[in-house]
């Protein structure tokens, strides 16, 4: 009798305990989500994270507060992010530099493996690195300053962010599948460079394209070609430096969001949900387009895929760079 009782109870607590748990879970997030971002506040990523952040916290119920933690390529943040509890309640606004630069080249300061330690929920924009030259300079596409690189060697002061960031990878990787040889001028961050080709101290740099609109519609640059697989919808008269005579050339900047690998899968899966919708809304759309980045949603599949070609591609830029990583 007594083991009958005990039995009883244990089915009716059974009972009772799945769905308060499962009520527990569908109710996430409770409370509001930090946001991590590796980069300061200003740039590419943090605008983008903060345009889609006012979305997601309407659709989510909560708000998703920013929290800007820089250092040591991106990876400082990443750390955070890997090592968090995952609930659900700190993700990660993940780009081209804290996921898959930063790591290959701060490997002693890396506190987790990127791949392993977290789970792509997906993309929501791609900004495209934009040849650009000073516009009093002659060259009016790829293969005009291919020519004069080949022509004139060491002689094309090619500017970028400083070494190994981005811009500087992106130079690197052109000038090395182009087979030119030119002076690669580090810079102390983008506005620097940049100031330095619209005054003529540097000719060409390759930088986001957010980065460098303002200056495009201004004149005081002058576009050659885009470095996606495809024309970016946003600027379709560019071509691509594939089109214009490097072939299997591509250099993107993307924003993603990422969280623990250990995350549950009900999460993740609200998650990208989430981010579809934001994406999908006309308003988010525009501040997107409005930043010069190509606003999207894309499965955490297809999100894994392109973090894996760019560690390569990145990768491989850092090797021929010679940077030596610490």
């Given at each position: 009798m007594?083991?009958?009782?005990f039995a009883?109870?244990f089915?009716?607590a059974?009972v009772?305990?799945?769905p308060?748990?499962?009520?527990?879970?569908?109710?996430?997030?409770?409370?509001p989500?930090?946001l991590v971002i590796?980069?300061?506040p200003?740039?590419?990523?943090?605008?983008?994270g903060?345009?889609i952040?006012?979305?997601?916290s309407e659709?989510?119920?909560?708000?998703?507060?920013v929290d800007?933690?820089?250092?040591a390529?991106?990876?400082?943040?990443?750390?955070?992010?890997?090592h968090?509890?995952p609930?659900?309640?700190?993700?990660?606004?993940?780009a081209t530099?804290?996921?898959?630069?930063?790591?290959?080249?701060y490997?002693?300061l890396v506190?987790y493996?990127?791949?392993?330690?977290f789970?792509?929920?997906s993309?929501?924009?791609?900004?495209?690195?934009?040849l650009?030259v000073n516009?009093?300079t002659?060259?009016?596409s790829?293969?005009?300053?291919?020519?004069?690189a080949?022509?004139?060697?060491?002689?094309?002061?090619w500017?970028?962010?400083?070494?190994?960031?981005q811009?500087?990878?992106?130079?690197?990787l052109?000038?090395h599948?182009?087979?030119?040889n030119v002076?690669h001028?580090?810079y102390?961050?983008?506005?620097?460079?940049?100031?330095?080709v619209?005054?003529?101290e540097?000719?060409?740099?390759i930088?986001p394209?957010?980065s460098?609109?303002g200056?495009l519609n201004a004149?005081?640059?002058r576009?050659?070609?885009?470095g996606?697989?495809?024309?970016?919808?946003?600027?379709?008269?560019?071509?691509?430096?594939?089109?214009?005579?490097v072939?299997?050339?591509?250099?993107?900047?993307?924003g993603?969001i990422?969280?623990?690998?250990?995350?549950p899968?009900?999460?993740?899966?609200?998650?990208?949900?989430?981010i579809?919708k934001?994406?999908?809304?006309p308003a988010?759309?525009?501040?997107?387009?409005?930043?010069?980045?190509?606003?999207m949603?894309t499965?955490?599949?297809?999100?894994?895929?392109?973090?894996?070609?760019?560690?390569?591609s990145?990768?491989?830029a850092?090797?021929?760079?010679g940077?030596?990583?610490?």
């Amino acid at each position: 009798m007594l083991r009958a009782f005990f039995a009883s109870v244990f089915c009716f607590a059974t009972v009772i305990c799945i769905p308060l748990v499962h009520a527990v879970d569908t109710r996430y997030p409770t409370r509001p989500v930090r946001l991590v971002i590796a980069q300061t506040p200003g740039s590419s990523i943090d605008a983008m994270g903060r345009v889609i952040s006012i979305k997601m916290s309407e659709l989510l119920g909560e708000q998703l507060v920013v929290d800007n933690r820089t250092g040591a390529g991106g990876t400082i943040g990443g750390g955070i992010v890997a090592h968090a509890e995952p609930d659900g309640y700190t993700i990660f606004g993940a780009a081209t530099a804290s996921q898959v630069i930063g790591p290959q080249l701060y490997k002693s300061l890396v506190t987790y493996d990127p791949f392993r330690d977290f789970a792509p929920i997906s993309m929501f924009a791609v900004t495209q690195n934009i040849l650009v030259v000073n516009p009093k300079t002659p060259f009016r596409s790829v293969k005009d300053l291919i020519g004069y690189a080949r022509s004139n060697p060491g002689k094309l002061n090619w500017a970028n962010a400083g070494s190994g960031f981005q811009s500087h990878l992106a130079g690197v990787l052109f000038t090395h599948m182009a087979n030119i040889n030119v002076l690669h001028v580090p810079y102390k961050g983008a506005g620097a460079s940049l100031g330095a080709v619209v005054g003529g101290e540097s000719v060409v740099t390759i930088v986001p394209a957010p980065s460098v609109v303002g200056h495009l519609n201004a004149g005081r640059l002058r576009a050659l070609a885009m470095g996606g697989e495809k024309r970016s919808p946003l600027i379709p008269d560019i071509p691509t430096i594939i089109e214009s005579g490097v072939p299997g050339y591509i250099s993107n900047g993307w924003g993603g969001i990422i969280v623990p690998a250990k995350t549950p899968k009900m999460i993740r899966d609200k998650l990208y949900n989430v981010i579809v919708k934001a994406m999908a809304d006309p308003a988010t759309n525009a501040a997107m387009i409005k930043l010069g980045a190509e606003p999207m949603a894309t499965t955490p599949t297809e999100f894994t895929a392109v973090i894996a070609r760019d560690w390569k591609s990145f990768g491989d830029a850092i090797r021929v760079s010679g940077i030596k990583p610490n």
